[in-house]
Nanobody, 127 residues
Framework: QVQLVESGGGLVQAGVSLRLSCAASGDSFSSYAMGWFRQAPGKERESVAAISRNGVNTRYVDSVKGRFTISRDNAKNTVYLQMNNLKPEDTAVYYC????????????????????WGQGTQVTVSS
């Protein structure tokens, strides 16, 4: 099992940047593919970005491509989400999630594929 704790959220103005972090503890972090999801009020939780076990492969939802970057540091058991040029529509609770992955290059954006979730961190972007 793995435990996940997100940090780095906050209240910011449109156009600025934030970096979210997700610290993992427990089982070997490098055994897990990771993802960031978000949930806005009244909406379903959606995938934002995903990264493979080795950090080589990534995928993003279209609305954040070119603005957000997911990365991981397996030595620090941490996954990051760099968010640039934030927009009011990015306002949501952001969650990191982990799934055991046999393939070192696999990524997955499906919520049901992830076994472990953090508690979430709020990101609010004002216009």
């Amino acid at each position: 099992q793995v435990q996940l704790v997100e940090s780095g959220g906050g209240l910011v103005q449109a156009g600025v940047s934030l970096r979210l972090s997700c610290a993992a503890s427990g089982d070997s972090f490098s055994s897990y593919a990771m993802g960031w999801f978000r949930q806005a009020p009244g909406k379903e939780r959606e995938s934002v970005a995903a990264i493979s076990r080795n950090g080589v492969n990534t995928r993003y939802v279209d609305s954040v491509k070119g603005r957000f970057t997911i990365s991981r540091d397996n030595a620090k058991n941490t996954v990051y989400l760099q968010m640039n040029n934030l927009k009011p529509e990015d306002t949501a609770v952001y969650y990191c999630a982990a799934r055991p992955a046999l393939g070192t290059f696999s990524t997955d954006s499906r919520r049901e594929s992830y076994n472990y979730w953090g508690q979430g961190t709020q990101v609010t972007v004002s216009s």
